[in-house]
């Protein structure tokens, strides 16, 4: 406040805005506040700075995002990742042949056990004989050479009359009895129906109790599902390098080619296992092999090595116990080594086996 007086004498206190301060010239005045004259801003100019300051945020939320867009990779980049994820599940779902074959009901499509089933040579000599497992299955090791199969079943009848082509629904490289020409050494592996010509009890009572799971149409799916997936893989990588022609998708396509032409000629994965002397690392010709479930003394199968020293055993899935039998002078075999707790994790038996004895 500051002391006023008028012309009459009369003293009043005039009320200040505190903005500054300044000093009276009158010594007996204190320090005051004096007020700050207001700017007057007109109402066009305050909406033209809105609309700058509008304009300035815009501009910089582009420049922002164009800055971001030119360090994460494109739109279409993105939208190609998940696609190649894809191509490269349905490439894993190329088609392979199963390393065995099954002897089958030609109409119902099931497997049969057990089955005598027979290798000769082309003169008819016998080479080899297996007996079907509860899925059918079998399977012979063979070197470069012209050989027959025969099967034998009660209440079948082979060669099958009610399938003649080289596949079904369910099964191809189907087997009629016509003479096999090997050019390769390798396993035999071909598929053959069988006719039934009466009813047949053991397959009745097998399925009843559900010895063997089957479900036709699952096996039509798991037929088809490797090759339509490789097919779509392809057909998929094929059309996203076109679209984005980089280096990565040309190389999607080219591991697919590369996976189709190892097939055409043959090349597959190891399906017999071998038997070698650790000392010599040769091959053990004419080796027993006796096979037990694990941690029990209950032998299920036994195989005798080849000349190359190979095996070739179907067991179901689970832990084995293999027992290396060596062929004496005396002609009876000894026991030399066991393995024990052997994995078999996809039908078939094929480690290689060391005998350090």
Do not use: C
Not at 82 to 95: D, E, H, M, Q
Not at 180 to 207: C, Q, R, V, Y
Not at 269 to 284: A, F, Q
């Amino acid at each position: 406040y500051k002391k006023k007086q008028d012309d009459q004498g009369t003293t009043t206190d005039e009320r200040l805005l505190p903005q500054s301060y300044i000093k009276s010239d009158d010594k007996q005045d204190k320090t005051f506040f004096k007020p700050k004259p207001k700017s007057i801003i007109p109402p066009a100019a305050v909406k033209a700075v809105k609309v700058a300051n509008i304009a300035t945020l815009a501009t910089a939320g582009i420049a922002a995002v164009a800055a971001t867009v030119s360090v994460i990779p494109s739109i279409p980049a993105l939208f190609a990742l998940p696609l190649r994820l894809l191509v490269l599940l349905f490439g894993i779902f190329s088609k392979k042949r199963k390393p065995w074959g099954v002897v089958y009901d030609s109409v119902t499509k099931q497997p049969l056990d057990p089955v005598y089933v027979i290798l000769r040579d082309k003169d008819g000599k016998k080479i080899d004989e297996r007996i079907t497992d509860m899925k059918g299955r079998f399977g012979f090791l063979v070197d470069p050479g012209k050989y027959y199969i025969e099967v034998k079943k009660t209440h079948y009848k082979f060669p099958s009359e009610k399938v003649g082509e080289n596949s079904d629904e369910i099964y191809e490289h189907l087997y009629h009895g016509e003479l096999l020409t090997i050019t390769d050494s390798g396993a035999i592996t071909l598929n053959i129906p069988m006719d039934s010509e009466s009813f047949d009890w053991n397959e009745m009572i097998k399925h009843q109790n559900k010895y063997i799971k089957f479900n036709y149409h699952w096996e039509i799916f798991k037929r088809w599902l490797p090759f339509i997936s490789f097919i779509f893989g392809f057909v998929l990588a094929s059309i996203i390098w076109i679209l984005y022609p980089t280096s990565f998708n040309f190389a999607i396509v080219l591991v697919f080619l590369i996976l189709w032409l190892l097939r055409q000629l043959g090349f597959k994965e190891k399906i017999w296992g071998l038997v070698l002397d650790r000392n010599t690392k040769r091959p053990m010709p004419l080796a027993l092999l006796k096979i037990f479930f694990a941690k029990t003394n209950q032998q299920i199968h036994s195989v005798i090595t080849d000349i190359r020293g190979r095996y070739f055993v179907l067991l179901e899935p689970g832990q084995y116990d293999v027992e290396l039998n060596k062929k004496q002078a005396s002609k009876k075999y000894k026991m030399l080594q066991k393995y024990k707790n052997i994995k078999v994790k996809k039908g078939i038996l094929n480690k290689d086996l060391w005998i350090d004895k």
